[in-house]
T-cell receptor, first 113, second 109 residues
């Protein structure tokens, strides 16, 4: 069974604060993704990566940086958090060997006040 | 416009009733997936189904590419089926999936 672990699960920060969301997958998948989920918008892709050191821009990248340090670890960075970034964030991984299925983490709920 | 449209937006069922959820898409398709989102937020993959019909317990997914639609059938619904059902498609799987807004299903005893 695929395993994707996110931390923290819940986070409250102030406007202008610095936040790092972490994601680790133990499936040896090449592809990893960060999504945000908001009412009325569904899940939207922020950044994704093909492998360690690789970073690709998704559909809503503004205000976010990401870094893929190893095949297992993918981080999402909010360097100047704004209230508009209050959201539920999901990390996911996939690979051709997994049948193109995305495996999601449990989600990280971020509130920016 | 929205590439993936789901209907209905919400659905209320009495336990034991069947339901059909629809997903229509406006772009070419490489993969189609259905997910279940628990009320607490976590996502579970139900089907990877780019074409044809697949079954899993009381769930059936049917994708008709030439008609650009996919459906999810729930038979004999149970209260534990309550949650949100999301469809998602990709024309290049490496670039992630494009999600619909979901159908919120509520099943009452």
């Amino acid at each position: 069974e695929a395993a994707v672990t996110q931390s923290p699960r819940n986070k409250v920060t102030v406007t202008g604060g610095n936040v790092t969301l972490s994601c680790r997958q133990t499936n040896s998948h090449n592809y990893m993704y960060w999504y945000r989920q908001d009412t009325g918008h569904g899940l939207r892709l922020i950044h994704y990566s093909y492998g360690a050191g690789n970073l690709q821009i998704g559909d809503v990248p503004d205000g976010y940086k990401a870094t893929r340090t190893t095949q297992e670890d993918f981080f999402l960075l909010l360097e100047l958090a704004s209230p508009s970034q209050t959201s539920l964030y999901f990390c996911a991984s996939s690979d051709r060997q997994s049948g193109n299925t995305l495996y999601f983490g449990e989600g990280s709920r971020l509130i920016v006040v | 416009g929205q590439q993936v449209q789901q209907s209905p937006a919400s659905l209320v069922l009495q336990e034991g009733e069947n339901a059909e959820l629809q997903c229509n898409f406006s772009t070419s398709l490489n993969s189609m997936q259905w997910f279940y989102q628990r009320p607490g937020g976590s996502l579970v993959s139900l089907f990877y189904n780019p074409s044809g019909t697949k079954h899993s317990g009381r769930l059936t997914s049917t994708t008709v590419i030439k008609e650009r639609r996919s459906s999810l059938h729930i038979s004999s619904s149970q209260t534990t089926d309550s949650g949100t059902y999301l469809c998602a498609l990709a024309n290049n799987y490496a670039q992630g999936l494009t999600f619909g807004l979901g159908t919120r299903v509520s099943v009452f005893p």
